[in-house]
């Protein structure tokens, strides 16, 4: 949509910075979702904040500052680098613009804090953009699940693996564990409920990367219900995650990362035999647009999604503690950086 054409019940976004998810994903799903209108797209570079408004008639904007100011936008989103994030979020915040941060929002419980409270001091709405969390088949495992289709759940295990090196700007380090970690430690919430106590983990220190290459972390609920989790770069590509009860198994393979033509197929084992049960394709990178738009025009919901990060935060803190001791998350980076 044109900007300056705002549609009735719709929320104004612009995008803060041209990173490649906004351009092959993001920006197809803000312009695709009925609730959002794709107001601006802002770079430090004029010519490339052009180059990815033009498809979709909206504003190109040189400079976050100027699209923090522009009184024709109600959000953002931001996919600017990771140690980006926080800054910017709560520079977004206290510009009184709601906040879509892809994900991980933050790289340590600190920034967490600072993010939430900024957010909480203006009543605005700060959303971590892990899309995954909206695609239907997640739904229909968790429906599974409470009908006891495999009885009590008693084991997670999560995988994210992809054979591309790590990427990082000039100068940045990184780490699976926040770029690919982060999604079956998501999982293991998602699933096992509650606050997770780590158990053990292991990071592959990268000195090329400046951070670490993969890694893995074995969890615990207060249920018991245990997740045994891995992730990382230079592998062979996996995506999936099984579910573990006392009467039966559910396995669900491109869990995380699904094409939007992609039709997922849930097996289900049990003792009645084992079959496929298939389920519908969808775009969750428009599902996670409607979901914030739709939370921020209903004005409810918003603590929840500030408790998620802080509690996202925690858990990928306590891995790292568990793989080195001497460091969090932020501060391994910065140590090897």
């Keep these: 949509m044109v900007t ?8 104004r976004v612009g995008v803060l910075g041209c990173a490649d998810i906004a351009r092959r994903r993001m920006l197809p799903a803000l312009a695709a979702q009925p609730l959002v209108d794709l107001a601006a797209v802002a770079s430090r570079d004029l010519a490339k904040a052009r180059s990815f408004a033009e498809p979709y008639g909206c504003a190109a904007v040189q400079g976050y ?9 109600d959000a953002v989103y931001i996919p600017l680098p990771t140690a980006m994030h926080a ?31 900024a957010a909480r001091r203006r009543g ?24 006891g289709a495999i009885g009590e759940l008693r084991e997670i295990t999560a995988e994210f693996g992809i054979p591309a090196p790590p990427k990082a700007a000039a100068g940045a380090a990184v780490s699976s564990l926040l770029e690919t970690g982060v999604y079956p430690l998501r999982a293991a919430r998602l699933f096992a409920g509650g606050r997770l ?4 983990a292991a990071l592959t220190p990268s000195p090329a990367a400046g951070g670490d290459l993969a890694g893995g972390a074995l969890l615990r609920s207060a249920a018991g219900v245990t997740a045994r989790l891995s992730f990382g770069w230079e592998r062979s590509y996996r995506c999936s995650y099984e579910l573990w009860g006392s009467a039966g198994r559910l396995t669900l393979d491109r869990a995380f990362t699904p094409p939007d033509d992609h039709t997922p197929v ?27 738009a739709r939370t921020v025009l209903h004005g409810t919901g918003f603590e929840a999604h500030a408790e998620d990060i802080l509690e996202q935060a925690e858990l990928v803190d306590a891995v ?13 980076i910065g140590a090897r950086g």
């Design 320 to 332: 790292s503690r568990a793989a080195f001791p001497a460091f969090s998350a932020t501060e391994f």
């Design 197 to 200: 106590e780590v158990l053990g």
């Design 65 to 73: 500052e100027r699209l923090l100011a522009r009184p024709d936008i």
């Design 124 to 147: 605005l709405l700060v959303m971590e953009s892990f899309m995954f969390l909206h695609h239907g088949q997640h739904a229909r495992v968790r429906e599974l699940l409470r009908d």
């Design 266 to 292: 849930l097996r289900l084992e049990s003792p009645d035999g084992t079959r496929d049960l298939t389920l519908n394709a969808e775009a969750q990178f428009v599902n996670v647009a409607g979901v914030f």
């Design 87 to 117: 800054e910017w979020t709560v520079r977004a915040l206290e510009a009184g613009k709601h906040v879509l941060c892809e994900k991980p929002c933050v790289t340590g419980p600190d920034d967490a804090a600072r993010v939430v409270a």
């Design 4 to 11: 300056g054409e705002r549609a009735s019940g719709t929320v």
